[in-house]
């Protein structure tokens, strides 16, 4: 079984920062991308960033310049730097990771269970 835990979630004013986590556990062979997703009320889930295991990256425009993806290879983990956020940033965001659970098996993609972040004064 594969688990994706995130945290850093919170409550920020406008203009602020936060970072976001997602560490990949379990028993698997490697993990290709990773990245993240968020998911406002009544819209549709969309994707923020992602990052190869090369460390290729790739942006929403809506935080092109804002928002940074990183990843530890070593520790599964996936980080999402946010700064100068606006209010429309506000949703629920969920990591992801294609991960190669044994050999042959192909990669699949595992979610994590979504951390709120509400940027509001």
């Known amino acids: 079984q594969v688990q994706l835990v995130e945290s850093g979630g919170g409550l920020v004013q406008p203009g602020g920062s936060l970072k976001l986590s997602c560490a990949a556990s379990?028993?698997?062979?490697?993990?290709?991308?990773m990245g993240w997703y968020r998911q406002a009320p009544g819209k549709e889930r969309d994707l923020v960033a992602g990052?190869?295991?090369?460390?290729?990256?790739n942006y929403a425009d809506s935080v092109k310049g804002r928002f940074t993806i990183s990843r530890d290879n070593a520790k599964n983990t996936v980080y999402l730097q946010m700064n100068s956020l606006k209010p429309e940033d506000t949703a629920v965001y969920y990591c992801?990771?294609?991960?190669?659970?044994?050999?042959?098996?192909?990669?699949?993609?595992?979610w994590g269970q979504g951390t709120q972040v509400t940027v509001s004064s």
């Open positions: 990052i190869t295991s090369g460390g290729r990256t």
């Open positions: 379990g028993r698997f062979l490697s993990i290709n991308a």
């Open positions: 992801y990771a294609q991960v190669l659970r044994y050999s042959g098996s192909g990669y699949y993609n595992y």
